[in-house]
């Protein structure tokens, strides 16, 4: 019981130590909403489906012309779930556009 005790409390603290993170990125790119081609839906990590955890990611990718993803960073969201949305976020494909942008992708993490 303690070892559990002890496991939600360093995620409680390490979910509210991310969620204070500035986002860090280059000033020059443009915001936009671009058109996602191809979503990749994220795997439900089994440690979050066994504590029950749920809710929303927030990501910011950065997005070349090409429409793939440059780079990625989570702005919000319960870490245990964070690392199954990055990869997600990572190959999912955008519309192809004249310059690179930043895109806000929330992904909904919900137990079935």
């Known amino acids: 019981m303690r070892r559990w005790t002890a496991i939600t409390f360093l ?14 990125g280059q000033q020059d790119q443009v915001e936009s909403r671009r058109k996602m081609v191809n979503k990749v839906v994220p795997i439900y990590p089994f ?3 066994k504590m029950g955890i749920a809710g929303p990611v927030k990501i910011e990718a950065l997005v070349v012309p090409t429409g793939n993803v440059k780079s990625a960073v989570v702005l919000g969201g319960h870490p245990v779930l964070a690392q199954a949305a990055l990869d997600a976020v990572r190959m999912c494909k ?17 137990p079935e």
């Open 11 to 24: 995620v409680l603290f390490a979910a509210g130590m991310l969620s204070d993170l500035p986002a860090y």
């Open 47 to 49: 440690l979050a489906q």
């Open 94 to 110: 955008w519309e192809v556009a004249p310059h690179e942008t930043k895109e806000l992708v929330i992904l909904n993490f919900h």
